[in-house]
């Protein structure tokens, strides 16, 4: 059997849901059989998506106001610990700051968010048959409703520091859809590991918490020695974090390289992710 | 016209247990280091399964605990693919859920019913649609804006079992959960099922008990470590019924 055929006996099966016909023997690529399961139940990943940031601040007295508060509350801190210490080197060191850590959070937290719910959260998955990607995707989609959330409060320091907005602003979509796709693969990968390996998450944030301080987010590259700053590009966060950022706080459209390089590397880690999800996702009842 | 709704052709489950167990990355790169892999045992939930269940059928099945009841049931409902052989399915499954499965308890009874329903495939515009006849059924009335958290266990049965039933699935799976809530959703619950039957729904049912069995069903299977061990008419297969001591 053909992808394309699967893929429209999944379209067919999509528009009369009460008369699709089932074959294990059947579904022979899950690669895409996957997918077209996630479009049809689609109604289900935004309902899940919409109730982890309901549940998050459902019981907390500011609710979604935090969301606005912890990024500005974090600026602050970071910004006054170190303000002093990268001012000449980078004016309006808040909105650098923050800039790049959106970004970071948005990518790291994610994917620690996929793995923990892959790895314990999903019992639904043992008794009956949804999409096995669909928490993931879930998790990724309220990532990403965070992350457009707090372009808010970073909008609000650019506005009371006067900074220069430019049209660049506008290349901020792309920026993020590359982002976005690079965090659905490695959540994949990540939270297929978390499923067979209970350590995963406690080595995944030692790696994490030293690579906070190892990407230049609070600090510009250009405080490290020379040999360091040539091994910069095997950091594969700081190309992302620069897409983010330049747009916001140089006001230009990030170096050609840079984009090309997410790019790619967004595109190949997706891809991996979801080869290596999908074609573990059999096991994955046996294992939760 | 009585076509098969569910064909299972020499379906085998095999699990497959680590000797050790080995839960951490690091153990398991350790062991790689050392040059020993991973040594498992293979283990047969179900073997070489075959039978066919027919549209408006009820079929019983019975075994002691470990026979692979519950294997064969989450191969029928596709959150198991079967090892070897096959399963084909004519049209839709609805599993009832084990009490609570599918409900954020944090959420209202209204959102519930959404989420619930997209558990079980059908799109929102679908559910809103049906709102008023789950609601009914249900009987949680007032409560249906209010957090599941405050519901008693009975209304969160009534929710489900209303959720899952409100659209006639092609094939119903109960797994023990008919037993659920008062006596008057009870009589209720048994009368949906009975009007699905005459309706021409296939059901599956799951029981350790015999009596209930021989009531519900036409047909009865008997499991016994994996395989079958007798299948046929309800009252033929639970009168020769005698459940082996759990095999250890």
């Known amino acids: ?288 | 016209m009585r076509m098969p709704m569910i064909e299972i052709d020499n379906v085998t489950v095999r699990f497959r247990i680590p000797h050790e167990r080995i839960p951490t990355l690091q153990e398991y790169a350790i062991r790689w280091l050392k040059g020993r892999g991973v040594q498992y045992i293979d283990f047969n939930a179900l073997t070489n399964l075959s039978f066919s269940v027919k549209q408006g059928e009820t079929l019983g099945i019975i075994g002691s605990n470990g026979a692979g009841k519950s294997t064969l049931l989450k191969v029928i409902a596709r959150v198991i693919r079967p090892t070897e052989g096959r399963l084909r399915l004519r049209g839709r499954v609805a599993p009832l859920l084990e009490l609570g499965a599918g409900f954020d308890y944090e959420m209202t009874g209204r959102e519930n019913i959404f989420l619930n329903g997209a558990v079980l495939g059908f799109s929102r515009k679908a559910m809103a649609q049906r709102l008023d006849s789950i609601v009914e059924f249900s009987g949680i009335g007032d409560f249906l804006d209010a957090p599941v958290r405050t519901y008693s266990s009975g209304m969160v049965a009534r929710l489900g079992f209303a959720v899952a039933t409100d659209a006639r699935p092609e094939v119903l799976i109960a797994d023990e959960v008919l037993a659920v809530g008062d006596t008057d959703f009870q009589r209720k619950s048994a009368a949906r099922i009975r009007e699905f039957r005459e309706n021409g729904s296939t059901i599956l049912v799951v029981s350790h008990n015999p009596a209930s069995i021989k009531a519900l069903c036409d047909r009865a299977l008997w499991l016994e470590h994996g395989s079958i061990r007798l299948i046929g008419s309800a009252s033929t297969v639970v009168d020769q019924y005698a459940p082996d001591p759990p095999s250890s």
């Open chain 1, 1 to 288: 059997m053909t992808d394309r055929t699967a893929i429209t006996d999944g379209l067919r099966e999509s528009t009369q849901a009460l008369a699709f016909e089932y074959d294990s023997a059947r579904s022979s690529a899950p690669f895409i059989d996957e997918f077209v399961q996630l479009v049809r139940y689609r109604d289900l990943v935004i309902l899940l998506a919409g109730n982890i940031l309901k549940n998050r601040y459902k019981r907390s007295l500011l609710g979604i106001l935090w969301m606005l508060l912890n990024p500005l509350l974090q600026t602050i801190v970071l910004a006054i610990a170190f303000g002093t210490l990268f001012n000449s080197a980078l004016p309006h060191y808040p909105i650098y700051l923050l800039s790049g850590l959106l970004a970071w959070s948005f990518m790291t937290q994610t994917v620690q968010y996929a793995m923990g719910i892959m790895a314990t959260g999903s019992s639904l998955l043992k008794r009956i048959y949804i999409p096995r990607a669909t928490y993931v995707v879930a998790v990724v989609s309220n990532g990403l409703v965070n992350l457009l959330i707090s372009i808010m409060p970073l909008a609000m320091i650019v506005l009371v520091l006067q900074h220069p907005v430019s049209t660049s602003w506008l290349f901020l979509p792309v920026s993020i859809f590359i982002l976005a796709l690079f965090t659905l693969g490695l959540s994949l990968l990540l939270a297929t590991a978390a499923v067979f390996f209970n350590d995963s998450i406690d080595i995944y944030q030692i790696v994490i918490q030293a690579g906070f301080f190892l990407t230049p987010i609070m600090y510009p590259p250009s405080v490290l020695p020379e040999t360091a700053q040539s091994w910069l590009v095997l950091n594969p966060f700081f190309a992302f974090i620069d897409l983010f950022r330049a747009p916001i706080y140089t006001g230009t459209i990030p170096d050609i390289h840079v984009i090309a390089t997410a790019s790619t590397l967004a595109l190949a880690t997706l891809l991996v992710g979801w080869g290596v999800f999908t074609h573990k996702a059999d096991q994955l009842a046996y294992r939760l």
